[in-house]
């Protein structure tokens, strides 16, 4: 952690990325340790501006079990409420009425007062547990493998899923070939069954619920440049089919004003192809250690993506630290990306309003401050400031904090942080 939060398909994002982050992790060196426990406790509170907010504790467990052997387990528990925007526009002529849905997907309308605005939101209250258990050995001299298993549930969403990594050592150790691969299956289940995709919100049949599975594939390189300096490539594709729609977005139909006079539930595609090429180098200086990290990502819907992140880590009097962090992420929108629908016009095919498929800027800063506390223990601070904006500036800008504290036991931290994807 920790991302793009933005209600509760992200947080599930959020913990897709930390399952893929196991994946592409390089495992420490085995060996005989007095101390065998690593272990790391971490709370995190998020909010967005009038939107939403999550509490999150992770718990992290890893044991070296001999001089070839390793497990890890994570246990994260969230509880999250507020309310994320549901796609639908305020109209010019709404009469102080705005439509909202609700947890079941099922959407009415609020009275907002006459010459109010209030933006379409998706309201929600859940609570979301999520286990993920790895098992790790070396089957050569330079040859480890790792597999491992996960799964959450919550209100209207459950998840499960297995994967595994294995990683070659080269050129005496200075090089790592990675090659991984994990399955993931998913149940969408809102508590009055997923709507009809573009039904109209006033009068919507509704289905079972939805099924969707993922598989992820994973291939890097890591190369010892010098003392002071590693990098890292990495190149992963997904492909997902089944139930992608979110059941509680929806679009607007406008008049020849623009004004509302209907809206419909989105409809996505049934399958989407990611690919994703990553890259970071780290480089020690004197004291200090600067991260540099790029990442471009495409896919079959259309959506284009550049991230940049810049970590600094200044090192302080007796073990201090103190680390800045700089991100910046845009990406242009799907191709059935639709800000509303005209009256009278066929229906597309898809058709989503959600913003988090248009064209979108992430600007993100943040500062963590490191204190040991003792040999093998260490606390953390983080406190990170993100906004979203709409490019085409059609919805509000989103504004988030969140605040992360991390107590370590033996570093786990920093073993897992090298190989992380930027958030």
């Not at 592409?24 to 009038?50: G, I, M, N, R, V």
């Not at 849905?101 to 609570?127: H, K, M, Y």
Request: hydrophobic share 35%; aromatic share 10%.
């Amino acid at each position: 952690m920790r991302l793009q939060l933005n209600g509760k398909k992200s947080i599930r994002n959020t913990l897709a990325v930390a399952a893929c982050t196991l994946l592409s992790q390089t495992p420490a060196p085995a060996a005989a340790d007095e101390f065998p426990w690593k272990a790391d406790l971490s709370t995190l509170y998020y909010t967005e501006k009038d939107r939403v907010t999550v509490s999150e504790s992770i718990l992290s467990l890893r044991r070296d079990i001999g001089s070839d052997e390793a497990f890890a387990l994570k246990v994260t528990y969230d509880a999250i409420s507020g309310a994320s925007a549901n796609g639908a526009i305020f109209g010019t002529d709404s009469g102080g009425v705005q439509t909202v849905t609700s947890p079941s997907g099922v959407a009415r309308t609020i009275s907002v007062g006459a010459g109010a605005r209030v933006d379409p939101l998706t309201e929600f209250e859940d609570n979301r547990i999520a286990a993920q258990l790895a098992l790790e050995k070396a089957l050569w001299r330079t040859l480890t493998a790792r597999v491992e298993g996960n799964l959450s549930t919550e209100h209207d969403y459950d998840s499960f899923g297995a994967g595994g990594l294995v990683l070659w050592d080269l050129n005496q150790r200075m090089t790592t070939l990675t090659g991984g691969a994990s399955f993931n299956n998913d149940t969408v289940k809102p508590s009055t069954g997923t709507p009809v995709a573009l039904g109209s919100v006033s009068s919507a049949e509704r289905l079972e619920n939805g099924e969707k599975r993922a598989i992820d594939l994973l291939f890097g390189i890591s190369q010892v440049v010098s003392r002071k300096t590693v990098t890292q490539m990495n190149y992963t594709r997904g492909m997902t089919d089944g139930y992608l729609t979110d059941p509680y977005k929806i679009i607007t139909v406008v008049d020849s004003a623009g004004d509302p006079v209907d809206y419909l539930y989105e409809k996505r595609p049934a399958d989407r192809s990611r690919n994703n090429i990553f890259w970071r180098m780290a480089h020690h200086l004197t004291k200090d250690v600067v991260h540099v990290a790029y990442r471009y990502a495409w896919d079959d819907w259309g959506i284009r993506s550049h991230t940049a992140d810049l970590r600094y880590r200044l090192a302080l009097v007796r073990g201090h630290s103190l680390q800045g962090h700089l991100r910046y992420y845009t990406q242009t929108a799907a191709d059935f990306y639709r800000y509303s629908l005209a009256e009278g016009a066929p229906l597309p095919q898809h058709a989503s309003a959600d913003y988090r498929l248009g064209n979108l800027i992430t600007r993100s800063v943040g500062v963590k401050y490191g204190l040991p506390l003792g040999k093998r223990v260490e606390f953390g601070i983080r406190a990170e400031y993100m906004q979203q904006h709409d490019a085409d500036d059609r919805f509000p800008k989103v504004d988030i904090v969140f605040v992360q504290a991390t107590l370590s036991y033996s570093d786990i931290v920093d073993y897992a942080l090298w190989s992380r994807p930027p958030p």
